[in-house]
C-alpha cells in the first residue's frame, strides 16, 4: 500500500526559530501533496495545497509567508514555519494522493511545540 | 460554501453494543467520501472510501454506508481496541488540476469493557 513518511514526529523549539517538518511518498509519486494543521480534540484544517514544481495554494487566512511550503521532487514535500511563535504549537499532518482504493495517505504528523 | 459535520460529537459504548456514526455534508461536488480512524497523537488511518449513493464497504466489525447527504459508520460488536477518533473526509473536484479533501470534526468513540 502507500506509504508517506514525516519528520520529525515531534520537535521544540525557540521562539523566533524556523522548524522544517519533510514529508515523503516512499512508494508512488505524488504530484500533489496536501499539508494540515490540528490543534487538541479538533479535527484537521487543510492549510495549502502542494503542487509539483509550482507554487502552493494556500487555504484563507493562512499566513503564506509563515508557513512556506516547497514541492521540489515527486516525492518530497516541505513545510517550514518561519519565525515561530507559541501560537504555532499544533500537530501538524501531511497527506498525498491519488491512489483511491487507498483513500489520501497521511504521514505520522509532526508535534511542534514552541517555547 | 462546503462543509461537513459529523455527529454525535462522542459516544460512549458497552463493549458488544452497536450502534452508528453519522457524516453529513454540504457540498458543491462529491468525487469521493472516506472514512479514517485516528488514535491519539497519530496520523489518520485509512478505513474506507464511497463513490456513490448506494455503496456499501465493510471491514472486520465496521460498515460504511453512503447517501446523496450522508454517510454513516456502522460499528458491530465493538470492542475497547475500537476506541478512536473517526474522520469523515469528502473529495471534491476543483476547477485545477487536483480535488479538495476537507473532513469533519470526528467523533471521538470510546468503548467501555
Known amino acids: 500500500g502507500a506509504v508517506v513518511s514525516q519528520h520529525p514526529s515531534w520537535v521544540i523549539c525557540k521562539s523566533g526559530t524556523s522548524v522544517k517538518i519533510e514529508c515523503r511518498s516512499l512508494?508512488?509519486?505524488?504530484?500533489?501533496m496536501f499539508w494540515y494543521r490540528q490543534f487538541p480534540k479538533q479535527s484537521l484544517m487543510l492549510m495549502a495545497t502542494?503542487?509539483?514544481?509550482?507554487?502552493?495554494?494556500?487555504e484563507q487566512g493562512v499566513e503564506k509567508d509563515k508557513f512556506l511550503i516547497n514541492h521540489a521532487s515527486l516525492t518530497l514535500s516541505t513545510l517550514t514555519v518561519t519565525s515561530a511563535h507559541p501560537e504555532d504549537s499544533s500537530f501538524y499532518i501531511c497527506?498525498?494522493?491519488?491512489?483511491?482504493?487507498?483513500?489520501?495517505?497521511f504521514g505520522s504528523g509532526t508535534r511542534l511545540t514552541v517555547v | 460554501e462546503d462543509q461537513v459535520t459529523q455527529s454525535p460529537e462522542a459516544l460512549r459504548l458497552q463493549e458488544g453494543e452497536s450502534s452508528s456514526l453519522n457524516c453529513s455534508y454540504t457540498?458543491?461536488?462529491?468525487?469521493?467520501l472516506f472514512w479514517y480512524r485516528q488514535d491519539p497523537g497519530k496520523g489518520p488511518e485509512f478505513l474506507f472510501t464511497?463513490?456513490?449513493a448506494g455503496e456499501e464497504k465493510e471491514k472486520e466489525r465496521l460498515k460504511a454506508t453512503l447517501t446523496k447527504k450522508e454517510s454513516f459508520l456502522h460499528i458491530t460488536a465493538p470492542k475497547p481496541e475500537d476506541s478512536a477518533t473517526y474522520l469523515c473526509?469528502?473529495?471534491?473536484?476543483?476547477?485545477?488540476?487536483?480535488?479538495?479533501?476537507?473532513f469533519g470534526p470526528g467523533t471521538s468513540l470510546s468503548v467501555i469493557p
Open positions: 497527506s498525498a494522493g491519488g491512489q483511491a482504493s487507498y483513500g489520501y495517505t
Open positions: 512508494d508512488f509519486q505524488a504530484t500533489t
Open positions: 502542494s503542487n509539483e514544481g509550482s507554487k502552493a495554494t494556500y
Open positions: 457540498v458543491s461536488g462529491l468525487r469521493g
Open positions: 464511497l463513490y456513490s
Open positions: 473526509a469528502v473529495q471534491i473536484p476543483m476547477k485545477t488540476s487536483y480535488d479538495k479533501v476537507i
